[in-house]
């Protein structure tokens, strides 16, 4: 193959992977620019636009929880092994949905004390 030739194609294949590298980090950047997904209680809760804090149940690490309830201002209700329960009203909760690496808010619903599954009193 002639210099040129070779040339052109070395400058080719280098322009082709530096458009790849581009846009896999702007995949990326828009991923981590999305917001949070919401549970659909958290997602009415929300749209109701309620200053009475929610309890919100967030994935992290310890040291993320404290680092992101700080950032936020928002008390720290509970710490399990992976995931943590914050308390946020509307407004809170829309920026806290925001925050970069957050994929999933899910709201911390109360669970009741049932008889069964079925309802049936087996008493």
């Known amino acids: 193959m002639r210099p040129g030739k070779l040339i052109v194609l070395l ?3 280098a322009a082709a992977a530096g458009f790849a590298v581009v846009r896999q980090v702007q995949r990326y950047d828009d991923a981590a620019n999305q917001p949070a997904s919401l549970s659909t209680d958290l997602a009415a809760y929300m ?9 919100v149940i967030v994935n992290g690490t310890e040291k993320q929880l404290r680092d992101l309830a700080s950032r936020h201002g928002l008390p720290i209700l509970r710490v399990l092994e992976g995931q943590g329960v914050l308390a946020a009203n509307s407004a809170q909760l829309d920026l ?3 925050e970069p690496g957050i994929g999933q ?8 004390d049932h008889d069964g599954i079925d309802g049936i009193d087996r008493g």
């Open 11 to 13: 400058t080719f294949i």
């Open 96 to 98: 806290l949905s925001r």
């Open 47 to 55: 749209a109701a636009h309620s200053r009475v804090p929610a309890r």
């Open 105 to 112: 808010l899910s709201g911390d619903l109360p669970v009741g």
